[in-house]
C-alpha cells in the first residue's frame, strides 16, 4: 500500500476511533507489557511446586497460543503421555502463580505502554464509555492497574470482563459478547483495542472493529482484518 493511502487509512481508523461509543481494551500486551511478569510468575510457582518445569521465552512465546493460564498450564502438562497434574493441583499451582504475579507487579510494577494514558483520557474527554475485556483474571488486573493507574483505576472503566466469568476464553468472542450486553451496546459502535490474533480473532468474532497495538510476544501474528496495527497507542492520540 502506498504512503499516501496508508495515511489515509490511518486518519480514517482515527475518526473511527474518536467517533466510537465506547473504548474495549484488552490488558496484557495491550495495556503494559505483563507477559515478561507473568512467565516469571509462573516459573517461581513451578519451583515453589517443586516442578523441574521452567519456561523460557521461546517456550512461551508458543505456550502463549492458549489463552488462560489454568490451560495453558494444562497444554503444557498435556506434553507427556501421561499428564502428572489433576485439575485440582492445576488450579492450586495458577493460584500459587497468581500471588506471584501480584508479588512481582507491587514490587516493581509493570508500566503503561505509550499512547495508553493519553488514548484513555482523551476517550474520557470525549465521553466515550470504556470497559476491559481480558482473559487473565480480575485480581490481575487490580494488580497491575492499582500501581500503574492509581487505586482509583476501576472508576475508569465502567464495566470489567474477565476470564473466568464467562464460559470460554479468546478466541471465543465470549468477553466481548458480554461487555455489550453490558454497556448495551451493538458492536458496530465500539472499537476493541488488542494485541494479539487471539484478541483479534474474539473481537471479529463479535463483531466488534478491532485496532492493534503489537507487543512484544505477538508482533509478528497475523492481523488481517483489523481496522489498524501500530506499534504503539501514541500513533493514535498524542
Ligand atoms: C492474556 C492471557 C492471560 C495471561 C496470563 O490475556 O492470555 O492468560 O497470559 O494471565 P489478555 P492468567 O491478553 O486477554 O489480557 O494466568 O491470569 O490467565
Ligand atoms: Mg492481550
Given at each position: ?97 497468581t ?37 487473565t ?32 476464553k ?28 487471539n ?40
Open positions: 500500500m502506498n504512503e499516501a493511502l496508508a495515511a489515509i487509512r490511518a486518519r480514517a481508523a482515527r475518526e473511527t476511533i474518536a467517533g466510537a461509543r465506547a473504548l474495549i481494551f484488552d490488558v496484557d500486551g495491550t495495556l503494559a507489557e505483563t507477559e515478561e511478569v507473568h512467565r516469571r510468575a509462573f516459573n517461581a510457582a513451578f519451583a515453589e511446586a517443586g516442578l523441574d518445569w521452567f519456561w523460557d521465552q521461546v517456550t512461551y512465546a508458543r505456550l502463549l497460543r492458549v489463552a488462560g493460564g489454568k490451560e495453558r498450564i494444562r497444554a503444557f502438562d498435556q506434553r507427556n503421555p501421561v499428564p502428572s497434574l489433576s485439575f485440582a493441583e492445576i488450579a492450586g499451582l495458577h493460584r500459587i502463580k500471588a506471584r504475579y501480584a508479588a512481582l507487579i507491587a514490587g516493581g510494577g509493570c508500566p503503561l505502554r505509550p499512547g495508553v494514558r493519553a488514548l484513555v483520557g482523551n476517550a474520557r474527554r470525549r465521553g466515550q464509555r470504556l470497559a476491559i475485556a481480558t482473559t483474571s480480575h485480581g490481575n488486573i487490580d494488580a497491575l492497574l492499582s500501581v500503574a493507574l492509581g487505586l482509583g483505576w476501576a472508576d475508569l472503566f465502567e464495566t470489567i470482563v474477565a476470564g473466568d466469568d464467562v464460559p470460554r479468546k478466541p471465543a468472542p465470549d468477553v466481548y459478547v458480554e461487555v455489550l450486553a453490558r454497556l448495551a451496546l451493538a458492536p458496530a459502535d465500539c472499537i476493541a483495542v488488542e494485541d494479539s490474533g484478541g483479534l480473532a474474539a473481537a471479529a468474532r463479535a463483531g466488534i472493529p478491532a485496532i492493534i497495538t503489537r507487543s512484544a510476544y505477538f508482533g509478528d501474528d497475523d492481523f488481517t482484518g483489523a481496522l489498524l496495527v501500530v506499534d504503539d497507542l501514541s500513533e493514535i492520540d498524542e
